[in-house]
T-cell receptor
Framework: GDSVTQMEGPVTLSEEAFLTINCTYTATGYPSLFWYVQYPGEGLQLLLKATKADDKGSNKGFEATYRKETTSFHLEKGSVQVSDSAVYFCALKYGGSNYKLTFGKGTLLTVNP | GAGVSQSPSNKVTEKGKDVELRCDPISGHTALYWYRQRLGQGLEFLIYFQGNSAPDKSGLPSDRFSAERTGESVSTLTIQRTQQEDSAVYLC???????????FGPGTRLLVL
């Protein structure tokens, strides 16, 4: 079945460091790919998405590129801030009638000043 | 506008008791989803509503779990005869018809003693 694997956390970085959180997926078709973020005490929020191969999703300085050849959707940010501390979830979803999100386990990011 | 709300935010119960978890979706959102997140795991899909009907209940882990939705609005997830393995954060999400993005509530943290 479909699955999402993301790097184990926790990840601890200093402010202004470069961030990569790896995400790979297994799917039978061509899903849309998502990164959701959960800030402390808040609900999950969509961070960015990409709906087809080679699409790049971007938001708040974060980027991820849909790589069909490597079945990956790695999240990157050039310079993290303390306010980026959160749990990040990679997820996939098919369009049409197949609507449910399949999530990875989440990666806790802590950014220190 | 108001986001997805869930109640209670925390629930502690004894093994064998029944619990009800409530979700108020964003007004006008026809689709509603329940997910579960157990400690150290990704989010697991439980059930999906389109309007008041549930075309996919495949994620419900056992017949102790049931859910209903009324008035294309509020949904209740009921767990009967709770077990310790039911301890998790239960998340609700909603989306407009045909939309890819799901909007999540803050979750209900359930602890079964």
């Amino acid at each position: 079945g479909d699955s999402v694997t993301q790097m184990e956390g926790p990840v601890t970085l200093s402010e202004e460091a470069f961030l990569t959180i790896n995400c790979t997926y297994t799917a039978t078709g061509y899903p849309s790919l998502f990164w959701y973020v959960q800030y402390p005490g808040e609900g999950l929020q969509l961070l960015l998405k990409a709906t087809k191969a080679d699409d790049k999703g971007s938001n708040k300085g974060f980027e991820a590129t849909y790589r069909k050849e490597t079945t990956s959707f790695h999240l990157e940010k050039g310079s993290v801030q303390v306010s980026d501390s959160a749990v990040y979830f990679c997820a996939l979803k098919y369009g049409g009638s197949n609507y449910k999100l399949t999530f990875g386990k989440g990666t806790l990011l802590t950014v220190n000043p | 506008g108001a986001g997805v709300s869930q109640s209670p935010s925390n629930k502690v119960t004894e093994k064998g008791k029944d619990v009800e978890l409530r979700c108020d979706p964003i007004s006008g959102h026809t689709a509603l989803y329940w997910y579960r997140q157990r400690l150290g795991q990704g989010l697991e899909f439980l059930i999906y509503f389109q309007g008041n009907s549930a075309p996919d209940k495949s994620g419900l882990p056992s017949d102790r779990f049931s859910a209903e939705r009324t008035g294309e609005s509020v949904s209740t997830l009921t767990i009967q005869r709770t077990q310790q393995e039911d301890s998790a954060v239960y998340l609700c999400a909603s989306s407009p018809r045909g939309a890819e993005t799901q909007y999540f509530g803050p979750g209900t943290r359930l602890l079964v003693l």
